[in-house]
Structures are given as C-alpha cells and as structure tokens.
C-alpha cells in the first residue's frame, strides 16, 4: 500500500508564501489557498521577481509590470488581497545573503506561523530540472524562516525597527519530489482553475492551446497527482519543515 501522507497543520493564522515568479503559486497551490481564506486565515504573497524574463515575445520592460498586475489579480480570486514584489531579477536570482535579509524582513514584517514556497530541489522529481530561480528561493526561504528569528543575523533590520519574529512553525515546500503531508482541495479547484486564468497574457504566449482548457487540465492533474495518499480526495502535497 501506498504511504499516506499526513494532513497539514490547522493550528494557525498567518501564512506567508514566498515564491520567484508571478504564476508560482497558482500552479497548484492556490486550490489549498482557496480553503485557508475560506476559513478566515491570512495569507500573504511575497513575489521575488516580477517575472520580466517570462513572456519571449514582449519586452522585460513591459512584461514586468503587466505580470505584476495580472499576480494580484489571480491573487484576489483565492482571498488574497496583499501581494508584495521585491525587485530580484528574473531568471538570474542569487541565492546569499542579500536574498535571505530581503526574505527575513518581510517574515518580521508579516509574523506568520506558516510559511509557503515552491520546489528548492535540483529536480521536480525524476530527471525533470529545476529552474534557478526555483532552487534559489525555495532555499532562502528555508533558511529565512530561522534568520527571521535572530536578532543578531541582519542586526541592521531590528535596528530599523523589525523586531525579530520567531514564530515560524513550519515552512511547506508545494511542487516538492518529496510531499509529506496534504491538504484536501475541493472547494478551492474552481477558484484555483480562474485563479491561474489571470495570468491570460502568459499563458497565451506560453501555449497553443485554449487558456481555459489548458488551466483545467493542468490544475486538475496537480490536485488529483497525490490523491491515492490521501484519501483518494484532490488534494495539494507538501514537503513540511517544522520548526
Ligand atoms: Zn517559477
């Protein structure tokens, strides 16, 4: 029989999702955003990049701010109301130093007991490679989480007033080879499915097929990949880190 996974924690409030890219989180993850707005948490994106390098036919100048709209549309169709973009650049994100301070501010700034990210690992499982990006990000955040929580990592944030925050619980890592743990999507595919629509323009460039249908396929097949470890229900999976 095949493992199951576990259920993902319900004992908290905020979350914070950290991803590289406009479309980062709707790839999936914004079916089990969908539930948690529903029942009154808080959840905050934080986009590294604007995702200028994204679209091969329109300029990063123009792309970058037309991506940007189109997150914080697919946002407010799962509940999400504050979208925040640092301004790393696309496709060439260094993991370090700089990347983890700008990641620990913004989790003191937040407070969330939960934070998200995509995939940190070198492949999406198999010999399907990762982007740079991904890996970078996904990373930082892990290490972010604890950075948060020191005073004397990035002393120049509390002097400026950033308190540190150690009250991260856990970090889940969506998209990961590797999922733990799940969280049951039902009500949250619909929105999900639209959510990932906002993103019009990319996936106009990107493919050949209907927009629509192409969303549908894709979150259908992300919801129901972990179904069999999870109660046969649609469902998303995470890599969790607890704290
Ligand atoms: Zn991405």
């Known amino acids: 029989m095949t493992e199951q996974l576990e259920a993902m924690p319900t004992d908290w409030q905020r979350a914070l999702a ?12 914004a079916a089990a955003i969908a539930g948690w707005t529903d029942e009154r948490r808080e959840v905050s ?17 123009k792309a970058g701010p037309l991506r940007e709209k189109e997150q914080r549309a ?16 696309d496709g060439a994100i ?6 983890r301070k700008d990641l620990a501010a913004a989790i003191r700034r937040h407070r969330p007991e939960l934070v998200l990210t995509i995939n940190h690992h070198d492949t999406w499982g ?22 948060a929580g020191n005073r004397w990592i990035f002393p120049e944030l509390a002097a400026g ?7 991260v619980r856990w970090v889940a890592v969506a998209g990961s ?19 990932l629509l906002e993103h019009r323009t990319y996936i106009e460039a990107l493919t050949e097929e209907e927009p629509e249908s192409y969303c549908r396929t894709f979150i259908e097949q992300m919801t129901s990949h972990d ?17």
Request: glycine share 12%; hydrophobic share 40%; aromatic share 8%.
């Open 45 to 61: 994106y934080l986009l590294v990049t604007r995702g200028e390098a994204g679209i091969d036919t329109m300029d990063p100048d």
């Open 227 to 243: 179904s069999a470890r999870f109660g046969d229900r649609p469902c998303i999976g995470f890599e969790l880190f607890p704290r």
């Open 18 to 29: 950290i991803v590289a890219h406009p479309d980062d989180l709707e790839y999936g993850t």
């Open 94 to 99: 260094e993991y370090g130093p700089a990347l």
């Open 161 to 167: 007033g950033l308190a540190p925050w150690d009250g």
């Open 126 to 147: 198999g010999n399907a490679w990762n982007t740079p990006d991904h890996r970078a990000v996904g990373r930082a955040v892990l290490d972010a989480a604890a950075d």
């Open 74 to 89: 697919s946002a407010a169709v799962v509940g999400v109301t504050s979208v925040e973009f640092l301004s790393h650049p």
């Open 177 to 195: 080879p590797r999922p733990t743990h799940a969280v049951a999507v039902s009500g949250g595919v619909e929105r999900a499915i639209r959510s």
